[in-house]
């Protein structure tokens, strides 16, 4: 998933740190927002590159993945990470936004609080997390597979009954994936399907007994 390689194969869609003490993923996401410019999704995606896919995970379904009941208003963020998943699947290299999209502003009040709680989140994975099983990312599979899950994980939080808040695990998920991605933890990966899958099943658990509820009703 996400390693640049050299030769004339297709260049993965997010790159590895050089083992040379490359700044870490907090640092160049903190560099960018103490840096002087717009703060653009555009300028967000030009500085990531091909580790962009992971990134833009990570920003939307980030809000979902707050533990407060959304009512269906991130339902955009969830249908564009699942579009974006799918260039992903078909195999480009980085990210394409129409252009209205990338002038996005992120540098507002709002934006800038979201990511800086995001950003201290990241910095406490950063801590416990090292490269695990780094063979396994870098490669055309992965990321189709990497793909496909988010598509799932997403998916998943838009069907999620809104101002339930069971939304919230499928897209943390997808967020912890995406991480493990920029991270390159195969662990990380683990806790992130576990997570997700554990909130679609509450989904079908409870939309099951709510069926079965009303069933009685009538």
């Given at each position: 998933?996400?390693?640049?390689?050299?030769?004339?194969?297709?260049?993965?869609?997010?790159?590895?740190?050089?083992?040379?003490?490359?700044?870490?993923?907090?640092?160049?996401?903190?560099?960018?927002?103490?840096?002087e410019?717009?703060?653009?999704?555009?300028?967000?995606?030009?500085?990531?590159?091909r580790?962009?896919?992971?990134?833009?995970?990570?920003?939307?379904?980030?809000?979902?993945?707050?533990?407060?009941?959304?009512?269906?208003?991130?339902?955009v963020?969830?249908?564009?990470?699942?579009l974006?998943?799918?260039?992903?699947?078909?195999?480009?290299?980085?990210?394409?936004?129409?252009?209205?999209?990338?002038?996005?502003?992120?540098?507002?009040?709002?934006?800038?609080?979201?990511?800086?709680?995001?950003?201290?989140?990241?910095?406490r994975?950063?801590?416990?997390?090292?490269?695990?099983?780094?063979?396994?990312?870098?490669?055309?599979?992965?990321?189709?597979?990497?793909?496909?899950?988010?598509?799932?994980?997403?998916?998943?939080?838009f069907?999620?009954?809104?101002?339930?808040?069971?939304?919230?695990?499928?897209?943390?998920?997808?967020?912890?994936?995406?991480?493990?991605?920029l991270?390159?933890?195969?662990?990380?990966?683990?806790?992130?399907?576990?997570?997700?899958?554990?909130?679609?099943?509450?989904?079908?658990?409870?939309?099951?007994?709510?069926?079965?509820?009303?069933?009685?009703?009538?």
């Open positions: 998933m996400l390693i640049e390689h050299t030769s004339p194969q297709p260049v993965p869609a997010v790159q590895k740190d050089d083992a040379s003490g490359a700044s870490s993923f907090s640092d160049e996401l903190e560099g960018w927002l103490n840096s410019g717009d703060k653009t999704l555009g300028s967000l995606l030009e500085l990531f590159g580790r962009s896919f992971a990134v833009v995970f990570v920003l939307l379904l980030g809000v979902p993945a707050l533990p407060i009941p959304t009512g269906g208003a991130t339902h963020f969830e249908v564009i990470a699942m974006l998943s799918l260039e992903l699947i078909v195999g480009r290299e980085e990210v394409w936004l129409p252009r209205r999209w990338r002038t996005l502003e992120l540098g507002g009040e709002r934006q800038r609080r979201f990511l800086h709680a995001m950003l201290r989140m990241i910095r994975l950063e801590r416990v997390s090292r490269p695990r099983l780094r063979f396994l990312f870098g490669h055309r599979l992965s990321n189709v597979t990497f793909g496909v899950l988010v598509i799932g994980g997403a998916l998943g939080a069907l999620a009954p809104p101002f339930t808040g069971l939304d919230t695990l499928p897209s943390l998920g997808v967020v912890l994936l995406s991480l493990a991605v991270l390159e933890d195969f662990l990380l990966v683990v806790v992130g399907l576990i997570v997700g899958a554990t909130g679609v099943a509450l989904e079908i658990v409870l939309g099951r007994a709510a069926v079965s509820g009303l069933g009685s009703l009538f």
